[in-house]
């Protein structure tokens, strides 16, 4: 079986840095997706890391450390419009889904 | 170049009823997988089609089954409808069976009533 586990809400304000972590048991690992969810909007995807280290794309960055089976997305310099909802991914045939984060920015 | 679409948006139902959700994929994609989400919950395999086959099914019902036909388009069907059944049902499509990346269609809000 596969299953991700993300923590359920994060609260920041504008211009901080927050760090989402995802945690993994899966078998037959890919690698670790990371998607973006606005309410009422469909995933959007952000970034995707096969081998362990550090993936920087803008002011999104996601980290994956295969021997400990966790990953985490970084969000720099926080804006009002990365208030969303975030979900790890196991990129498999499946492509099973955290439950996903709440990230709300405050001003 | 058109990303993925999906119809109707939003469609209303009743318990026991049939419903017929359509996905077209993104240009140059061959796979489609169908999600079910609800509501602040993260979305849920329900199966991915490739070559015109199921080739992945998640823990659903019989009642949910799908098509995919020759130009890579597919139809999810839901039979016996049930309250529970009401949720935002994703497409997503990738090229190739595995892949780091989907595309989602802006999905179908189904209400079961």
């Known amino acids: 079986g596969q299953s991700l586990e993300q923590p359920s809400e994060v609260t920041a304000v504008e211009g901080a840095i927050v760090q989402i972590n995802c945690t993994y048991q899966?078998?037959?690992?890919?690698?670790l997706s990371w998607y973006q969810q606005h309410d009422g909007g469909a995933p959007t995807f952000l970034s995707y890391?096969?081998?362990?280290g550090l993936e920087e794309t803008g002011r999104f960055s996601s980290f994956l450390s295969r021997s400990d089976s966790y990953g985490y997305l970084l969000l720099q310099e926080l804006q009002m419009k990365d208030s969303a909802s975030y979900f790890c991914?196991?990129?498999?045939?499946?492509?099973?889904f955290g439950p996903g984060t709440r990230l709300s920015v405050l001003p | 170049d058109a990303g993925v679409t999906q119809s109707p948006t939003h469609l209303i139902k009743t318990r026991g009823q049939q419903v017929t959700l359509r996905c077209s994929p993104k240009?140059?994609?061959?796979?489609v997988s169908w999600y079910q989400q609800a509501l602040g919950q993260g979305p849920q395999f329900i199966f991915q089609?490739?070559?015109?086959?199921?080739?992945q099914r998640g823990n659903f019902p019989d009642r949910f089954s799908g098509h995919q036909f020759p130009n890579y388009s597919s139809e999810l069907n839901v039979n016996a409808l049930l309250l529970g059944d009401s949720a935002l049902y994703l497409c997503?499509?990738?090229?190739?069976?595995?892949?780091?990346?989907?595309?989602f269609g802006p999905g179908t809000r189904l209400t079961v009533l």
């Open positions: 997503a499509s990738r090229w190739g069976t595995y892949g780091d990346t989907q595309y």
């Open positions: 899966t078998s037959g690992f890919y690698g």
């Open positions: 890391n096969a081998l362990d």
């Open positions: 991914a196991e990129p498999g045939q499946n492509f099973v």
């Open positions: 240009s140059g994609h061959d796979t």
């Open positions: 089609y490739y070559e015109e086959e199921e080739r």
